[in-house]
């Protein structure tokens, strides 16, 4: 049986994992949760439910202990990064934006394997992320680089040429006109549900651009042999391509269970995690070269990383801001991006070429988000 922490278990995927498990009695044990705090009825219920030693939350600590006698609460800022450093066999980082950056490296520092969703560590601290890891510790579970993860078993690794990630092409691919968009329009995802920021990412397209640093980091692979296409029907989950023509997919109905359990049972498959694709019925699958001049923040993410230092995290964190400014109802839509690449234009001349520690990114990330919110003054409609 694998003890199991699950870091963001009231978030879409973190709920899924628990689905995941609660599956597959015998197999995995919850031991310990963290979240927000935001929504204190669900995790004292998914605490009782699995009988967890540990709770981590921000907000509503009191709530909390008060519907879990018995249980160690922590709470504060820190909450998440103490949770991921208990010794287990696998943490599930979940936590949505760069503040999950603390409790990979907590996690990792600790031994534990690593199931990380959370992509915004390793875009706001590839480097740093890889020099605490160890080999094979780190399992993703974004779809995309999971199944990454799984066509490249196919070759050797010098025998990859490219990379191919699949982008659904988020709420807006079949509209050219992005004038006056709504949140609630922002928020109608065509294929997955997920969280609001999750979701205003897919629809800019921003979230490819986190995606493109992270299999980067993932795989080492260079940029230019990074590549994303619109596929609308998220079946194709992503793609390698090898050095002799051959490319090997991934597929499997949009769902983020297979991933999910992947990353939980590696290196064994667990099964029927999810389900598979009907072949009794007819299928078209679409792929289609991404329009960079209706979704500039590929080329920006791009460039992000290939310069490298502290760029991809100026760039992250400007986006929250953006995302932020967006859902308050302070910014368009059209004018995520802009503000994006404006904060990357006026702090690129003078971003650290690298980051030493936490501290550093916690730095360059607040320097970010303080012109990200000058920038906001100034596209407020």
């Not at 928020?187 to 921003?206: E, F, K, R």
């Amino acid at each position: 049986m694998r003890d199991v922490v699950i870091l963001g278990s009231t978030g879409s995927i973190g709920v899924q994992a628990l689905e995941v498990i609660a599956s597959n009695p015998g197999l995995f044990k919850v031991i310990a949760l963290s979240s927000a705090g935001s929504n204190p009825e669900l995790v004292i219920a998914q605490a009782k439910k699995f009988e967890v030693a540990y709770v981590g939350v921000v907000h509503n600590a009191d709530l909390v202990r008060q519907g879990l006698p018995g249980v160690t609460v922590i709470d504060g800022a820190n909450a998440s990064t103490e949770i991921a450093a208990i010794n287990c066999d696998v943490v599930i980082n979940a936590i949505t934006g760069s503040i999950g950056l603390g409790p990979t490296l907590a996690a990792l520092d600790a031994g534990n394997t690593l199931a990380l969703a959370n992509k915004e560590s390793l875009v706001a601290g590839g480097e740093l992320v890889l020099s605490r890891a160890r080999a094979h510790q780190i399992i993703p579970v974004d779809s995309e680089h999971s199944a990454i993860f799984q066509a490249s078993m196919a070759g050797k690794k010098n025998e990859i040429k490219r990379l191919v990630l699949t982008a659904s092409g988020g709420a807006f691919r079949d509209r050219a006109n992005l004038d006056a968009i709504t949140l609630a329009q922002a928020l109608q995802h065509p294929t997955w549900s997920m969280g609001a920021v999750v979701t205003i990412n897919s629809a800019t397209l921003v979230n490819k651009g986190l995606e493109i640093i992270e299999a980067h980091y993932l795989f080492d692979m260079p940029y230019a042999d990074i590549e994303a296409v619109i596929h609308p029907q998220s079946v194709v989950h992503s793609l390698v391509e090898f050095k002799d023509g051959s490319t090997i997919a991934q597929a499997s109905p949009p769902n983020m269970k297979g991933a999910i359990a992947y990353a939980l049972n590696w290196p064994d498959r667990l099964a029927g995690s999810t389900k598979a694709i009907d072949w009794s019925t007819p299928h078209t699958w679409n792929f289609a070269p991404i329009d960079s001049a209706r979704f500039p923040s590929i080329d920006l993410a791009r460039h992000c990383g290939q310069t490298g230092g502290a760029l991809p995290a100026i760039f992250n964190a400007a986006n929250e801001v953006a995302v932020a400014g967006f859902i308050e109802g302070g910014l368009e839509f059209k004018s995520i991006v802009e503000l994006v690449a404006a904060v990357v234009a006026q702090m690129e001349k003078d971003c650290p070429k690298t980051l030493r520690d936490l501290a550093d990114v916690s730095a360059i990330e607040d320097d970010a988000r303080a012109c990200a919110q000058a920038h906001l003054l100034r596209l407020a409609p």
